[in-house]
């Protein structure tokens, strides 16, 4: 077993919101400087660093994870999160699809910079990101589910597009198994006012939702994942296990 420092929801400047210094490498330097083992990079509908960011991550040796922060067609943040860089790409597709498009107006949203290996703009997504996906919660849970992955809600304990917020409560379908905060000290008045996270015992995580360098985080939230005999696409499935209710590992938060 070993313990690993996660933020499992980081905006690259592909996102509208994201800062412009949010490239993939300096998303892994800052990790690396505050101690993180493992880092999920969770553009806005949209996977497309991902490619640049495993490449970069995994030569630094931070142990990536491919993600997207999906706007269901609720209006409503789920962080979706998968094995492998592949099974992203592909989900990456799907969104594609069923994306509403709205071309993006850069000096009001911001620019949605796409880019390579070598940490260089390499392109700009022209259609606005931040806008909900046809995509429902049920949905976007099945397709996740059924290419290995996990969908969970994010920043619950926020109102801006937290499912709480915009649904009224924590709904009992789909049957999500975690959810996320962004503050770890709301984690006891969830559990306690929303009786689906109790009853199911749903793992937590607390994440950045980082838009900012700044804002990724320190240490502070961690898992004990099985991790023998080692190798990063070992942990990355332990931890994907592990978010579907299907480890044993525990979380410490410090």
Do not use: W
């Not at 597709?93 to 069923?98: G, K, L, P, V, Y």
């Not at 796409?114 to 995509?135: F, K």
Request: net charge negative.
């Amino acid at each position: 077993m070993g313990l690993y420092y996660c933020d499992l929801h980081i905006h690259s400047c592909l996102s509208p919101c994201g800062d412009e210094d949010m490239t993939p490498g300096n998303i892994v330097g800052m990790s690396l400087l505050n101690g993180l083992q493992i880092v999920a990079l969770t553009d806005h509908n949209s996977v497309k660093n991902c490619p640049a960011f495993f490449k970069i991550a995994k030569a630094n040796g931070i142990i990536p994870v491919a993600g997207v922060e999906l706007t269901t067609s609720e209006d409503v943040h789920a962080v979706c999160l998968f094995r492998s860089l592949e099974a992203a790409m592909e989900f990456g597709d799907f969104i594609e699809s069923r994306r509403m498009r709205i071309k993006n107006e850069p000096d009001i949203f911001g620019r949605q910079l796409i880019i390579d290996e070598n940490d260089e703009i390499c392109g700009e997504e022209p259609d606005l990101l931040i806008n909900a996906v046809n995509i429902s919660l049920d949905e976007a849970f099945e397709e996740v589910l059924g290419r290995g992955g996990v969908c969970f809600p994010a920043h619950i304990d926020r109102s801006s597009n937290g499912i709480i917020a915009m649904l009224g409560d924590f709904p009992p379908e789909p049957a999500f198994t975690a959810f996320e905060l962004n503050d770890i000290i709301s984690l006891e008045d969830c559990r306690s006012r929303y009786s689906v996270i109790s009853e199911r015992n749903l793992v937590h995580v607390a994440s950045s939702d980082a838009h900012y360098l700044t804002d990724i985080s320190e240490k502070g939230f961690a898992l004990e994942l099985d991790d023998e005999p080692y190798s990063s696409d070992r942990v990355r499935n332990k931890l994907i296990d592990h978010l579907l209710g299907m480890g044993k590992e525990g979380d410490r938060n410090g």
